[in-house]
């Protein structure tokens, strides 16, 4: 059975600077692996996906790193923004069409 | 592409009374489908499956005559929360299954509250 963890629960930064979100997982067969964004009261929206035979994802100012052997993804802000805080879930299913096992998520604060 | 349309977005209902609330695929097709339950400060909990033309697996707890699905077609599924009581209030969300290269896609929402 997949466990997800993220670490921190919650993070509060300075506008500009650089950060790490943590997801960990406990078995390293998975099938993908999925970020996402939440606002609140909001719906989830899809940030990155990393394949199983991949290692990282880019869009913009985020980068997703994905090692199985470790069972750890990181998603990597650069020069955060205050439109930036938000609650970041990591995810991933057992297969391609299994639920996905989100993890409880971390509350980001870019303090302007 | 990937878009998933959910509405409504907000709705108050009396207790006892049924809400229905309609997720659907604007730009793809999937046979899979699942509904979320979110409590405030809380992450997303399966509530149940749903394969196009079969009946929906529930999750142990989630009661399948209160929380009806239809997923009548690739495009479609409804969830119809029966005789609702203040205890069902929760942030509900939809998902169609992976998409390959853009992974799963959720709909924005809806938020129930029950008087």
Known sequence: ????????AALSVPEGENLVLNCSFTDSAIY??????????????????????????????LNASLD??????????AASQPGD???????????????????????????A | GAVVSQHPSRVICKSGTSVKIECRSLD?????????RQFPKQSLMLMATSNEGS????????????FLINHASLTLSTLTVTSAHPEDSSFY???FGGQGATGYTFGSGTRLTVV
């Open chain 1, 1 to 8: 059975k997949q466990e997800v963890t993220q670490i921190p």
């Open chain 1, 32 to 61: 993908n692996l999925q970020w996402f964004r939440q606002d609140p009261g909001k719906g989830l929206t899809s940030l990155l996906l990393i394949q199983s035979s991949q290692r990282e994802q880019t869009s913009g100012r």
């Open chain 1, 68 to 77: 199985k052997s470790s069972g750890r993804s990181t998603l990597y802000i």
């Open chain 1, 85 to 111: 805080s938000a609650t970041y879930l990591c995810a991933s299913p057992l297969s391609g069409n299994t639920p996905l096992v989100f993890g409880k998520g971390t509350r980001l604060s870019v303090i």
């Open chain 2, 28 to 36: 793809f097709q999937a046979t899979t489908m699942f509904w979320y």
């Open chain 2, 55 to 66: 009946k929906a697996t529930y999750e142990q707890g989630v009661e399948k005559d209160k």
């Open chain 2, 93 to 95: 969300i939809c998902s």
